[in-house]
């Protein structure tokens, strides 16, 4: 997909110009941040809705009848997929059940002032919310987990804990799709960090709008293409009713080099995240290259490439007093206190450039 | 980092590599301040080799290295680049692309040494069997667009030949082509050609794109034009990290592993990168310990995506010295293309029986170069890129439309001037080597429908 209009090729705008470029009748009200078009609102929610239609269609996300999960966040992503998701359902005829699913981590302060949001969403938007909670299924909240093992590392529990929540509470809704509000920004984030840790078994799938068909419930990333700024700008125009404080627990979550990276990309050459994921889509895997295979965990059957799967493994660890059970990987005891000191450092510095929103994206 | 005082020759102590306390001291001094100079320090006091002297570097992987373990690591890196992918045969004329800055340099350096280690087996052989291969040297001067003073220009230009004429064993030729060559053989009509077509780039990065495929044309020019067989380039892993990310940025994801392997031959003449496995940081400093003369006067300020991915890629390297070798690795499992190795006939029949084996694999699997290149950069055509193509042959009514189809998106965009008008006066300044071969395929093509015109009903255009 290549919707993006050619920056420079664009003539230059005449002065005083101030009708919207799509219609020409009313007033340019915004800039578009993907094409850098001047338009009006009414066109911007045109473009913006049915571009996100158009991607639906072409890639098959749903058929007539499927349920579908909205993971509910009550942030922007999220609260805007919802809105816009019921929209299309209503005016294309989709024929889905929509749900709204949340995950509570057990965050005081943070977590429990945006389910306010999702519940309030309920309402605003006529979809049922389905909650589940670290608490029910580990026996742990993120309060109880930042305590065990402080600030650092936290972010790895609650990015694998949340993925595998989404899922059980999927289940419990017995629905057909998941769907998230990962953007265009996300995708092309995930790209570069994956080229630069060298992961490329997700670099061979981190640009999938499906994953996981092979899996119990397939996960939709509708808003594939759609810039995130245009999501606070749909959002803002709409009034929306979204949470935006970020979470307590990881305060520099969006300050990682790889985001500054791509937003500075972006100031200079909107389409650039587009061609991101473009070229995302475009590697070819050597076939030589081994990927993991897929199996299932043995304690709670989740889908793992090992006999355990990452939330039990941490969970073991939790539950043993041993909390840095799982993270990353342990040298031999080989070596004096110098060099691992220096090691403990060295990995801790590798890791803090490189976190992704929220800590570690696991499309 | 202060340096330690070099031990007595005489002590029982002294490695096998101290000549004298006061060469010894000089190295570390230099070694010292040049560790320092590139705003690093040594973990540990012992090369991780020889377990001698000083150690002046911490290489990847914490492993410190005295000064000649440290060259001799880069050296035998070079070669088994060189000797592993089968770069150089005896009978080949190596065109070394010489830009004045360190990593080029090195590469000159290590050539002229293979060479001349070649020469003397060669000697002593006295033996008729096998000639050395030849170096040639080239320089692409790019002065016609630099805003610097002409005298400052002239000496930097003069600097590159005296560091070219000083290796003993003089080269075969040094090569100072103007890059305006590639549009015309007269001066002035090249030079006026080549600034308009840089002035209807209205993108900072596509412009410096642009210049990068005219250096690389230049070159093609030069190995052809004096009877080289390859090019070798100076190019280093800390280049190739930021190329793989400029393309991955640029949407170039399909082609990008054409150009970080170690072999490319969809040019004319073969172009190869053995210096691929080197950070340029080793090679800066390769050059402050060895006093190998560089000249970096003529780099001209760059603005634009690729400065912004290589002042990214110089920040992760702060935190890890290690992101760069990792970026080329993922790369490197992308897979390349059937151009990325030589497989002529009997091209490998010079090499050691012991290495034939595993070039004799590939031989039998030898797939025919299908791939249809971009005009300008020479990437690979994408599946879009393709179906872009074909539709524009069927439905094609001016050669400019040709022109325009065979350019990748990424040089589409950032290169192409929008406005059909425009676009045409850019195609028809535009070096003959590129655009000459769009003119045979269309004249061919064009003879074809004449043949066949009597027959042809009329088209219905239902676009699809």
């Known amino acids: 997909m290549d919707s993006a209009v050619d920056g420079p090729r664009q003539p230059p705008a005449r002065a005083g110009s101030r009708l919207c470029t799509r219609c020409g009748e009313r007033k340019a009200a915004l800039k578009r941040p993907k094409t850098l078009e001047q338009i009006c609102r009414e066109c911007f929610y045109v473009v913006f809705e049915d571009e996100i239609h158009q991607t639906i269609v072409d890639n098959n996300l749903f058929k ?5 999960a909205i993971g509910a966040s009550g942030g922007k992503d999220s609260t ?5 998701l019921s929209e299309l359902n209503r005016r294309h005829k989709y024929c889905l059940d929509l749900f709204l699913l949340s995950v509570d981590e057990g965050i005081t302060g943070y977590r429990d002032d945006s389910l306010e949001t999702v519940k309030r969403n309920e309402i605003q938007y006529g979809l049922p919310l389905k909650i589940v909670s670290y608490k029910d299924l580990y026996g742990w909240t993120m309060d109880d987990i930042v305590k065990a093992i402080g600030l650092k590392n936290n972010c790895t529990f609650c990015g694998v804990f949340r993925r595998q929540a989404l899922d059980r509470g999927a289940a419990l809704l017995k629905v057909d799709k998941i769907v998230t509000g990962h953007n265009a920004d996300d995708i092309a984030e995930t790209v ?36 995130e700024k245009e999501i606070v700008m749909y959002a803002y125009f709409k009034k929306l009713d ?11 979550a969006y300050r990682g080099f790889a985001r500054e990276f791509i937003k500075d990309l972006e100031r200079m050459r909107p389409r650039a995240i587009l061609d991101i994921i473009k070229s995302g ?10 990927m993991p295979e897929q199996g299932t965990c043995e304690r709670c059957g989740y889908i793992s490439s090992q006999k355990l799967c990452k939330a039990c493994v941490l969970l073991d660890g939790l539950n043993r007093g041993l909390p840095k059970l799982g993270i990353g990987r342990t040298k031999g005891i080989a070596g004096g206190d110098g060099d691992c000191e220096q090691q403990a450092t060295r990995s801790e510095r590798n890791r803090s450039s490189l976190q992704g929103k929220h800590g570690n994206f696991d499309f | 980092m202060a340096a330690a005082a070099a031990s007595s020759c005489g002590g029982a102590g002294c490695g096998p590599h101290c000549s004298s306390s006061a060469s010894a001291a000089a ?10 100079k590139v705003g690093r320090l040594s973990l540990s006091r012992e090369c991780g080799k020889c377990g001698g002297g000083a150690a002046a570097v911490a290489v990847a992987g914490g492993l410190g290295l005295c000064g000649e373990c440290f060259r001799a690591n880069l050296l035998g890196k070079f070669k088994l680049a060189v000797t592993s992918n089968a770069m150089v045969r005896p009978t080949d004329s190596v065109l070394l692309a010489f830009s004045g800055g360190p990593a080029s340099r090195v590469a000159l350096q290590f050539i002229h040494e293979m060479r001349c280690k070649a020469i003397e087996s060669w000697d002593v052989s006295n033996s008729q069997a096998l000639p050395v291969f030849g170096v040639g040297v080239a320089f692409v001067d790019e002065s016609v667009l630099c805003s610097k003073p002409r005298d400052e220009i002239e000496m930097a230009i003069e600097d590159i030949r005296s560091i070219v004429s000083s290796l003993s064993t003089g080269v075969k030729a040094m090569h100072i082509a103007r890059l305006e060559d590639v549009f015309s053989t007269e001066s002035e009509d090249g030079e006026r050609r080549l600034r308009e077509a840089v002035d209807m780039i209205g993108d900072d990065t596509g412009r410096e794109d642009f210049l990068r495929c005219l250096r690389m044309l230049s070159l093609q020019k030069i190995a052809m034009e004096n009877g080289y067989a390859k090019i070798m380039l100076g190019s280093c ?13 640029k949407g170039q994801g399909y082609s990008l592993p054409a150009d970080v392997q170690y072999v490319d031959t969809r040019w004319e003449i073969p172009v190869v990168l053995p210096l691929r496995d080197c950070l340029a940081q080793e090679l800066t400093l390769l050059c402050e310990l060895d006093s190998l003369k560089t000249q970096q006067h003529l780099d001209r300020p760059s603005n634009g995506i690729n400065s912004l991915v290589a002042s990214f890629i110089k920040r992760l390297r702060e935190e890890n010295p290690s992101r760069e070798h990792t970026i080329v690795r993922t790369a490197q499992k992308l897979k390349p293309f059937s151009f990325n190795k030589f497989s002529a006939d009997g091209y ?19 797939s025919t170069f299908s791939e249809i290149l971009c005009l300008m950069c020479g990437s690979p055509f994408s599946e879009s890129e393709l179906q872009n193509l074909e539709s524009t042959k069927h439905k094609a009514q001016k050669k400019i439309d040709l022109y325009t189809a065979h350019c990748c998106q990424s040089c589409y965009f950032q290169i192409l001037p929008a406005g059909e008008n425009l676009n045409e006066h850019f195609f028809s300044l535009l070096p003959k080597l590129w655009t000459g071969k769009m003119d045979t395929i269309s004249d061919s093509h064009s003879l074809l429908r004449d043949q066949i015109e009597e027959y042809l009903l009329e088209e219905n255009d239902d676009g699809n």
């Open chain 1, 64 to 68: 007539p009848g499927d349920r579908v």
């Open chain 1, 80 to 84: 805007v997929l919802a809105y816009v």
């Open chain 1, 192 to 227: 570069l960090l994956n080229i630069l840790r060298g992961d490329i078994a997700r670099l061979s799938r981190c640009t999938f709008i499906t994953t996981g068909e092979d899996g119990p419930i397939p996960r939709c990333k509708p808003f594939k293409y759609t810039y």
């Open chain 1, 242 to 252: 979204y949470f935006s404080t970020e979470c307590i627990y990881s305060p520099n």
């Open chain 1, 281 to 290: 889509e475009n590697f070819r895997i050597s076939t030589t290259t081994r």
């Open chain 2, 27 to 36: 190295v570390e001094d230099a070694a010292a301040a040049a560790a320092e």
């Open chain 2, 237 to 249: 892993a800390s280049a190739i990290a930021c190329h793989v990310l400029s393309a991955t940025v």
């Open chain 2, 348 to 366: 490998h029949d010079f090499l050691p029986s012991r290495l034939r084996p595993k070039f004799q694999k590939f031989d039998s699997d030898e």
